[in-house]
């Protein structure tokens, strides 16, 4: 079994930067790909950025230039640096694993709430 906990959300000004940490642990044999989804209330989970085993990074078009996914594979920690945040970044952000065998994994999620 693998858990994911993620920490680092809060309350932040728009135009300000917050850094978010999710730790893997368990039963972590081998990834695919981990990444970053974001949810608000009555909306579908949408993906902010993915990182694969071999580095190749993706980003929703709605955070390009502004967030940044890194992973410290030694820590077994994956990392999301939002600058420039916006009101509309506002949601539950939510860690993910994909394994090799395509399990997922989710963590319990992490509120950002960005003000006008």
């Known amino acids: 079994q693998v858990q994911l906990v993620e920490s680092g959300g809060g309350l932040v000004q728009a135009g300000g930067s917050l850094r978010l940490s999710c730790a893997a642990s368990g039963s972590i044999f081998s990834i695919r790909s981990m990444g970053w989804y974001r949810q608000v209330p009555g909306k579908q989970r949408e993906m902010v950025a993915r990182i694969t085993s071999g580095g190749t990074t993706n980003y929703a078009d709605s955070v390009k230039g502004r967030f940044t996914i890194s992973r410290d594979n030694a820590k077994n920690t994956l990392y999301l640096l939002m600058n420039s945040l916006k009101p509309e970044d506002t949601a539950v952000y939510y860690c993910?694993?994909?394994?090799?065998?395509?399990?997922?994994?989710w963590g319990q999620g992490t509120q950002v709430t960005v003000s006008s």
């Open positions: 993910h694993l994909l394994a090799r065998n395509y399990r997922d994994y």
